[in-house]
T-cell receptor, first 113, second 116 residues
Framework: QKEVEQNSGPLSVPEGAIASLNCTYS??????FFWYRQYSGKSPELIMS????GDKEDGRFTAQLNKASQYVSLLIRDSQPSDSATYLC?????????????FGQGTILTVHP | SQTIHQWPATLVQPVGSPLSLECTVE??????LYWYRQAAGRGLQLLFY??????ISSEVPQNLSASRPQDRQFILSSKKLLLSDSGFYLC???????????????FGPGTRLTVT
């Protein structure tokens, strides 16, 4: 069973702080990694994708991938109340898996003023 | 740009009734299509995926079925709903890549189904 694990939280940070979200995966052959944001009652929205070891930055978001340790993380700098949502980590094994993603349970993030 | 539609947005159905949820994608050709279900407070569970017209792969055995009658249309159906079928149903698409692997998946707005 290929698994993706996230701390369900809730993770509470003050406005302006850095929020750090973590995700581990069991399939060492995984090749593609994604972070989705899901507001309550809405569908997931893709915010970051990362395919190689290291950091990838996009605005206030930084995704970090370490394939040797099988973890991927998302940093949100200068957190805003509008960042309060559930963050889903998704992993794909690559090869001929036809783009199928395995999702973690999600981490609830609350940014308080 | 690409757009994905789902309808209806919400649905309340009695146990034992049939179900038909529809998903269409605009602005792309030959996409991979996916149906997910998200139960309350739970993660996303992949139900079906399709790489082409008439091609359906099932991930979880259940009383649901899927069909892809047209390139950009994906339908989720059931002949008789169970209470456990309640949830948030999400359709997603991705670009198809001949070498496999993942490309970003984009979700539709979802259908919230309550079985009573």
């Amino acid at each position: 069973q290929k698994e993706v694990e996230q701390n369900s939280g809730p993770l509470s940070v003050p406005e302006g702080a850095i929020a750090s979200l973590n995700c581990t995966y069991s399939d060492r052959g995984s090749q593609s990694f994604f972070w989705y944001r899901q507001y309550s009652g809405k569908s997931p929205e893709l915010i970051m994708s990362i395919y190689s070891n290291g950091d990838k930055e996009d605005g206030r978001f930084t995704a970090q991938l370490n394939k040797a340790s099988q973890y991927v993380s998302l940093l949100i700098r200068d957190s805003q109340p509008s960042d309060s949502a559930t963050y889903l980590c998704a992993v794909n094994a690559g090869g001929t898996s036809y783009g199928k993603l395995t999702f973690g349970q999600g981490t609830i993030l609350t940014v308080h003023p | 740009s690409q757009t994905i539609h789902q309808w209806p947005a919400t649905l309340v159905q009695p146990v034992g009734s049939p179900l038909s949820l529809e998903c269409t994608v605009e602005g792309t050709s030959n996409p991979n299509l996916y149906w997910y279900r998200q139960a309350a407070g739970r993660g996303l569970q992949l139900l079906f995926y399709s790489v082409g017209i008439g091609q359906i792969s099932s991930e979880v055995p259940q009383n649901l079925s899927a069909s892809r009658p047209q390139d950009r249309q994906f339908i989720l159906s059931s002949k008789k709903l169970l209470l456990s079928d309640s949830g948030f149903y999400l359709c997603a698409w991705s670009v198809q890549r001949t070498s496999g692997g993942a490309i970003e998946q984009y979700f539709g707005p979802g259908t919230r189904l309550t079985v009573t």
